[in-house]
């Protein structure tokens, strides 16, 4: 399976400002995803980062509040803007190789 | 977005027990996922099923592919502390997009 590494692994921001939220793969990925975990709940797809091109949103998810990119098949960073405390979650990098993997997850608390 | 109805959503047993949890849904579903997820942790995958009634372990897990391609249930034998956790399938369609259930949380009493 794919290593798939997150940084940061957790922050506690301001409402108001914004976090970037890197994802490193050890070897190279076609498809490759962003999951939001709310507390005590599954996981939501937000979006499929493309390399290459625009990230394909979700419904209920736009590009003004998490832009991605994906300037390679092994590296990928969502951001979350504007942070309110509604968006404290656990987000997740994941990656497509003989199956679908995770990463470790970023939990980012919004005060 | 769209889930899986699973369950139950929590279990709190004894070490040794056996443990049974499922998945249903009104859809479809190529491919059949169970994950572990640990606290502060990503899911990690535990068993993935292909086909209709294929039945696959991993050590003391067992899962199987339902039939109508509907459902799928995971089940543990002799549970041990370390099994504490949320559990989730994920059935992933001919879009190749995964569609999680809600999560099986398992306590486990010395």
């Known amino acids: 399976s794919a290593v798939i590494s997150q940084k940061p692994s957790r922050d506690i921001c301001q409402r108001g400002t914004s976090l970037t939220i890197q994802c490193q793969v050890d070897?190279?990925?076609?498809?490759m995803f962003w999951y939001r975990q709310q507390p005590g709940q599954s996981l939501t797809l937000i979006a499929t980062a493309n390399q290459g091109s625009e990230a394909t949103y979700e419904s209920g998810f736009v590009i003004d509040k998490f832009p991605i990119s994906r300037p390679n098949l092994t590296f990928s960073t969502l951001t979350v803007s504007n942070m309110s405390p509604e968006d404290s979650s656990i987000y997740l990098c994941s990656v497509v190789g003989n199956e679908q993997f995770f990463g470790p997850g970023t939990r980012l608390t919004v005060l | 977005g769209q889930q899986l109805n699973q369950s139950p959503q929590s279990m709190f047993i004894q070490e040794g027990e056996d443990v049974s949890m499922n998945c249903t849904s009104s859809s479809i579903f190529n491919t059949w996922l169970w994950y572990k997820q640990d606290p502060g942790e990503g899911p990690v995958l535990l068993i993935a099923l292909y086909k209709a009634g294929e039945l696959t372990s991993n050590g003391r897990l067992t899962a199987q592919f339902g039939i109508t391609r509907k459902d799928s249930f995971l089940n543990i034998s002799a549970s041990i502390p370390s099994d504490v956790g949320i559990y989730f399938c994920a059935g992933r369609n001919a879009g190749n997009m995964l569609t999680f259930g809600g999560g099986t949380r398992l306590m486990v009493k010395p």
């Open positions: 070897s190279q990925v076609t498809m």
